[in-house]
């Protein structure tokens, strides 16, 4: 039982081009987040998502975008990535509920150049 | 401004001592949770606390949600170099759930053979 996982594991990429960061959970979870972390900003949230189809901003969304077609995906994109965004991408996922349990992948940690 | 506190930041020990630290807000939470992240992975899920007033143990691990469900401690007896890495807290509110969780910046600990 894989979890949750995030691919790829570290990505260099350059000023301006596009990045798609994926993440898969194999429990059938309904929620999907994606963060960022940062140094002296703790985990700050990107986007999430309550069900296939149904995305929100969360904290910090310019400059990117989220998509979910199928329940165990929720791949992140950088339209056009910026030195910025450089940082450790960390996809989570939860049961429906009041708990707000979340599980986290090994995260993607991508620098911009 | 944050909305969970967590204190202290910066945390080092040596092998053998308690510890406690500490996560603190104004608003009220349906539920806590308490993560630890060591370097280079995700947050792995240590606890969740839903009852104001209640206290979990795990192993060496205490937390305790406080009455009012504003804030929360985690207490450590006898630290190990095994507990080394960064604790964050992540509260629910039931106002603005949504299924998303808030993030504290976390303590980062470190303990000393």
């Known amino acids: 039982d894989a979890g949750i996982t995030q691919s790829p594991r570290y990505k260099i990429t350059e000023t301006g081009r596009q990045v798609t960061l994926m993440c898969h959970q194999t429990?059938?979870?309904?929620?999907m987040f994606w963060y960022r972390q940062d140094l002296g900003h703790g985990l700050r949230l990107i986007y999430y998502s309550a069900a296939a189809d149904i995305t929100d901003k969360g904290e910090v969304p310019d400059g990117y975008v989220v998509s979910r077609s199928k329940t165990e995906n929720f791949p992140l994109t950088l339209e056009s990535a910026t030195r910025s965004q450089t940082s450790v991408y960390f996809c989570?996922?939860?049961?429906?509920?009041?708990?707000?349990?979340?599980?986290f992948g090994p995260g993607t940690r991508l620098t911009v150049l | 401004t944050q909305l969970l506190e967590q204190s202290p930041q910066f945390l080092s020990i040596q092998e053998g001592e308690n510890l406690t630290v500490y996560c603190n807000s104004s608003s009220v939470f349906s539920s806590l949770q308490w993560y630890r992240q060591e370097p280079g992975e995700g947050p792995v899920l240590l606890v969740t606390?839903?009852?104001?007033?209640e206290v979990k143990k795990l192993k060496r691990l205490t937390f305790q949600f406080g009455d009012a469900r504003k804030d929360s401690s985690l207490h450590i007896t006898a630290a190990q170099p095994g507990d080394t890495g960064l604790y964050l807290c992540?509260?629910?509110?039931?106002?603005?759930?949504?299924?998303?969780?808030?993030f504290g910046d976390g303590t980062t600990l470190t303990v000393k053979p």
């Open positions: 992540a509260g629910a509110r039931r106002d603005t759930n949504a299924g998303k969780s808030t």
């Open positions: 606390v839903v009852t104001g007033g």
């Open positions: 989570a996922s939860s049961l429906a509920g009041e708990s707000n349990e979340q599980f």
């Open positions: 429990w059938s979870h309904s929620y």
